[in-house]
């Protein structure tokens, strides 16, 4: 079975520039996860969607970062201007959503590391 | 905030126990406990999760305390290849519900010396 698949795997901008990530899923899994992780730290979730409908996006920039999932699979995440901060990797994940979601296992890419200068 | 503590790094030699340990003290009924890890450079890759029993499976073990405020991450015979990043997380979720995100902590860092 195929894995999560990024794209690109790195990237690099100077800021105010905009960057895009591509993520696809792995097929079949209804909920897709953007997660931010900073050089030391653990992931931190951006944005879950369910389907192409966004479930939680709580923690994401809304004035600079965007995504969407149209059709339900592949999604894009966007980072419009960029600032120095945002260097990260930018991992995506997806999920099964069964019958007890409580049990749902989260499977990640391998990430799009993006440094801003 | 995460939910669970851990120490920042851990040594193990190769071909014995590793045994990683996570307070989680304030756990709620309902809530699992998560175990990932995260080689250099790659993705965070799902290792086991349980509720309240012992789990075992391929990679690991997982012993939870019967009061649930505590757990151990076992890798029966550490490798070389066993070095990385180690996140026990406690899931956030309900059936049904809008959300089942992870919160990761900043992990365990195990160094499996040869």
């Known amino acids: 079975e195929a894995g999560v698949a990024q794209s690109p795997r790195y990237k690099i901008i100077e800021k105010r520039q905009s960057v895009a990530f591509w993520c696809n899923p792995i097929?079949?899994?209804?909920?897709l996860y953007w997660y931010q992780q900073i050089l030391g730290q653990g992931p931190k979730l951006l944005i879950q969607f369910q389907n192409n409908g966004v479930v939680d996006d709580s923690q994401l920039p809304k004035d600079r970062f965007s995504a969407e999932r149209l059709k339900g699979v592949d999604s894009t995440l966007k980072i419009q201007p960029a600032k120095l901060e945002d260097s990260a990797v930018y991992l995506c994940?997806?999920?099964?959503?069964?019958?007890?979601?409580?049990?749902?296992?989260?499977?990640f890419g391998p990430g799009t590391r993006l440094t801003v200068l | 905030d995460a939910k669970t503590t851990q120490p920042p790094s851990m040594d193990c030699a190769e071909g014995r126990a590793a045994n990683l340990p996570c307070n989680h003290s304030?756990?709620?009924?309902?809530?699992?406990v998560y175990w990932y890890r995260q080689i250099h450079s790659q993705g965070p890759q799902y290792i086991i999760h349980?509720?309240?029993n012992n789990e075992t499976n391929e990679m690991a073990s997982l012993i939870i305390t019967e009061d649930r405020k505590s757990s151990t991450l076992i890798l029966p015979h550490a490798t070389l290849r066993d070095t990385a990043v180690y996140y026990c997380i406690v899931r956030v979720g309900n059936y049904g519900g809008a959300t089942n995100k992870l919160i990761f902590g900043t992990g365990t860092l195990l160094a499996v010396q040869p």
């Open positions: 097929s079949g899994h209804a909920t």
């Open positions: 349980g509720l309240k």
């Open positions: 304030t756990i709620s009924g309902n809530e699992y």
């Open positions: 994940a997806s999920s099964l959503v069964g019958r007890d979601s409580r049990t749902d296992t989260q499977y």
